[in-house]
């Protein structure tokens, strides 16, 4: 009896999957602009050395007048052929000769002629490299990134490319990573941590990304550093601070953290008695881990009708009761509640217009969320310094942006002197 399946025998290469999607794709448009792009690349560059030398190839130098400048008169010098350059752009792949020149020096020597629009040892557009990075940003590892850009690019970038276009980004990730924050107006501080997955010595470990997060007088908010650490130790995010002060950052008046004890040891030690929010969300959390499943929908309800309270009596009412009541039908969710103190409700003492934006550090956990996303197709990434700069990547290219805090137009107006009343 003869089978017959619809498998193929053979999986097919991705050039043939290739060329039959998109081998009837002519575009005249395209096809043509692409032609003259050599031509017009061989024009630009050999305009750029005329103007340089003050004429053109096989023309003599023009005399100058006696009184003219000698900025006036140009460069002297001579030109000896042309070597071979490839360029790759948005255009593809072009092969160019790129002319070359001698120079004289006001030494008597001579120097070679570098071209300032086409640099020495460039490959790639700037718009080329942007394009690498942005494909790489927006969520896929480099070899998806290679077969995205197949065909804008004729094959020619693999994921090698791809590895050295996003170690380029490095240089401006260390210069934001070491710039002054003298000048930046920071009012409120956020801050929170994150597990991420890296390759060390060959092999997948967890690591914590420390991230802090500034509100400025106008109400932006702003990333200020992101930290590779072993953990969420005291030791770990004392140096994060100890980093933020050295380069300037004034003290703030207000902090709303995660609730780990590591933090909130440091931040004794450098800025004791600012006022601290401890997030409300990840107190919830915790309240759940206490209780069994089936408890979960009561002590939410009763939760959230106590944080979000409309008015700052309502809060302390139902705090009461939420003790009261869960004291006698499950005490450890009434312990774990009294253990995070005022803290939990420090945001009681600002203008009713910033309660939302000053409960929770999810101005950090949306970041962070967009984070993950983009990493899913990368389980492990392939070193600590990429986890932190590829976080930071996703704000400096526009991929992620921030909006001001609600109410931001009373970040100006001082907390109020009275804490929540704790008594149950």
């Known amino acids: 009896m003869t089978s017959h399946s619809t498998m193929p025998n053979q999986p097919q290469s991705e050039t043939e999957t290739a060329v039959q999607l998109f081998g009837n794709w002519f575009d005249p448009i395209e096809a043509g602009l692409r032609d003259r792009i050599h031509e017009f690349l061989q024009a630009m560059l050999e305009a750029e050395l005329d103007e340089v030398l003050d004429r053109s190839r096989y023309a003599r130098?023009?005399?100058?007048?006696?009184g003219a400048s000698e900025e006036a008169a140009g460069v002297t010098g001579h030109r000896h052929g042309h070597r071979s350059r490839t360029l790759l752009g948005t255009f593809g792949r072009v092969k160019i000769a790129m002319p070359r020149a001698r120079l004289d020096t006001s030494d008597g020597k001579t120097t070679e002629w570098k071209s300032q629009a086409l640099r020495a040892y460039q490959r790639r557009t700037e718009t080329a490299e942007a394009l690498i990075a942005g494909c790489y940003l927006s969520g896929t590892n480099t070899r998806r990134v290679r077969r995205a850009l197949r065909a804008l690019f004729g094959g020619a970038v693999g994921k090698d490319t791809v590895s050295r276009v996003w170690r380029k980004v490095k240089s401006?990730?260390?210069?934001?990573?070491?710039?002054?924050?003298?000048?930046?107006?920071?009012?409120?501080?956020?801050?929170?941590?994150?597990?991420?997955?890296?390759?060390?010595?060959?092999?997948?470990?967890?690591?914590?990304?420390?991230?802090?997060?500034?509100?400025?007088?106008?109400?932006?908010?702003?990333?200020?550093?992101?930290?590779?650490?072993?953990?969420?130790s005291t030791e770990a995010w004392r140096a994060v601070l100890d980093d933020l002060i050295r380069r300037g950052l004034r003290r703030p008046q207000f902090l709303i953290v995660d609730g780990a004890p590591g933090l909130e040891n440091a931040i004794a030690a450098v800025w004791a008695g600012v006022p601290v929010q401890r997030c409300t969300v990840h107190k919830h959390r915790n309240l759940l881990a206490h209780a069994p499943e089936r408890l979960h929908e009561e002590i939410s309800a009763d939760y959230n009708a106590m944080i979000y309270a409309a008015t700052r009596a309502e809060v302390e009412r139902q705090r009461k009761a939420f003790i009261r009541?869960?004291?006698?039908?499950?005490?450890?969710?009434?312990d774990s509640l009294q253990e995070a103190g005022d803290r939990l409700f420090t945001f009681t003492r600002l203008p009713l217009g910033q309660w939302r934006s000053a409960r929770t550090t999810n101005a950090i956990e949306r970041l962070l969320v967009e984070f993950n996303r983009r990493i899913k197709t990368q389980?492990?990434?392939?070193?600590?310094?990429?986890?932190?700069?590829?976080l930071w990547a996703l704000l400096a290219s526009g991929q992620i942006s921030m909006?001001?805090?609600?109410?931001?137009?009373?970040?100006?107006?001082?907390?109020?002197?009275?804490?929540?009343?704790?008594?149950?």
Do not use: F
Not at 221 to 226: D, S
Not at 379 to 387: E, Q, R, Y
């Open 379 to 390: 389980t492990v990434l392939p070193s600590v310094d990429t986890a932190a700069m590829l």
């Open 172 to 232: 401006d990730w260390e210069a934001w990573d070491a710039r002054s924050l003298v000048d930046e107006p920071i009012v409120r501080l956020i801050l929170d941590g994150t597990v991420v997955r890296v390759r060390l010595d060959r092999e997948a470990t967890s690591i914590s990304l420390l991230v802090v997060m500034g509100v400025r007088t106008d109400g932006q908010k702003v990333l200020l550093a992101i930290k590779s650490m072993g953990g969420e």
């Open 325 to 334: 009541k869960w004291r006698l039908k499950h005490r450890p969710v009434a």
């Open 61 to 66: 130098r023009v005399k100058r007048s006696t």
């Open 403 to 424: 909006r001001k805090i609600d109410g931001w137009h009373t970040l100006a107006t001082k907390l109020t002197d009275h804490a929540i009343d704790l008594a149950a």
